[in-house]
C-alpha cells in the first residue's frame, strides 16, 4: 500500500530524514510487494512536498549557512588561542599607534590591493582619533609575485630602518600602479636605507618563515583576501569601514 504522510505536519526535513533512512535500509524481503514504498515513491512525496513548499529550501540553506558560521567561528577562536604569541608579538610585525594600547587591530594586507589602499584612512582615523586602539600590520602577499616582493622589501626595511616604517608603509601603499621589489627599493633608497643592508635582509630566511606563519594564521582563519582583519573577538573581512571596525574592537576581552 502506498503510504500518505499528512501535508500539515511533515515538513522537508523530515521528508528528507525519511527517504534518508529508507535509502540506508536493506530491503530483506520481509514485506509484500504490494505493501513495500519503494524508492520512487520516496522520491515523489520529497519531491511534491518541497514543489508545493519551495521557501523550505531558503530554510535550509539559511540554516546551512548558520551551521558553517558558528563552525567557522570555533575555528578561528581556536587558531587565535594557538597562535596569540604569533599574532600579537611577532619580530616581523609593525605597530602603529599608541604602542601601549589596549585594544588591537589586525590587519592582513597587500601592498597591490586598492581595498588596502582605501582602508589605509580608517587605520589613519583610529591613530588620530583614539589613542585607545593600535593597529598591528601583518603582510599578506597573495596577489602575485610582485605583493611577495614588495613584502621582502617592507619587511627587510622595517629591520633597516624601523623609525621610517610607518612612513614607508603609507608611501608604497599609497603608489599608484603596481608595486614590486624593485619600486619598493627605489623607494627604501630614497627615504636613505642602505642598498646593500637592504639586499641582505631580504636574504634572511626569516622574512619568508614569517610570511608563511601569517599564510597559516590566515588559512587557520579563513582568511583568503585583502584587506582582513581580528577585530576584538571577531574576525572581519574586506574594507568595512571605521565604523564597523570601531564597533568591533569594542567587543575585545583580550
Known amino acids: 500500500m502506498r503510504i500518505h504522510f499528512p501535508r500539515n505536519t511533515l515538513n522537508a526535513l523530515q521528508a528528507i530524514a525519511i527517504a534518508m533512512l529508507f535509502f540506508a535500509l536493506p530491503y530483506n524481503g520481509s514485506l509484500k510487494a504490494e505493501e513495500t514504498l519503494s524508492k520512487e515513491d520516496v522520491r515523489t512525496i520529497v519531491r511534491e512536498y518541497l514543489i508545493e513548499n519551495p521557501e523550505i529550501l531558503i530554510e535550509v540553506q ?3 549557512e548558520q551551521k558553517q558560521q558558528a563552525e ?14 604569533a599574532i600579537y608579538a611577532s619580530p616581523y610585525q609593525i605597530v602603529f599607534g599608541n604602542p601601549e594600547a589596549e585594544k588591537t587591530i ?21 591613530i588620530e582619533l583614539d ?10 602577499p597573495v596577489l602575485g609575485e610582485a605583493s611577495l616582493e614588495a613584502s621582502r622589501v617592507s619587511m627587510a626595511f622595517s629591520k633597516v630602518m624601523p623609525e621610517k616604517y610607518p612612513e614607508f608603509h603609507v608611501e608604497l601603499l599609497s603608489m ?3 608595486k614590486d621589489g624593485a619600486r619598493a627599493i627605489q623607494l627604501a633608497e630614497s627615504m636613505g636605507a642602505d642598498t646593500q643592508k637592504l639586499i641582505t635582509e631580504m636574504e634572511n630566511p626569516e622574512i619568508l618563515d614569517a610570511i608563511q606563519e601569517i ?14 582583519y581580528i577585530a576584538g573577538s571577531e574576525v572581519v573581512f574586506g574594507a568595512v569601514g571605521y565604523s564597523q571596525l570601531k564597533q568591533a574592537v569594542e567587543s575585545q576581552t583580550n
Request: charge should be negative; include cysteine; proline fraction near 3%.
Open 62 to 64: 539559511e540554516a546551512l
Open 72 to 85: 567557522m567561528a570555533i575555528s578561528q577562536q581556536q587558531t587565535i588561542q594557538e597562535n596569540f604569541e
Open 106 to 126: 589586525v590587519e592582513f594586507f597587500d601592498y597591490n590591493c586598492g581595498f588596502c589602499k582605501r582602508a589605509l584612512e580608517d587605520m589613519q582615523q583610529f
Open 131 to 140: 589613542p585607545d586602539v593600535r593597529f598591528i600590520l601583518k603582510e599578506f
Open 176 to 178: 599608484e600602479g603596481l
Open 215 to 228: 599564510y597559516g594564521i590566515a588559512n587557520g582563519l579563513g582568511i583568503t583576501g585583502t584587506p582582513s
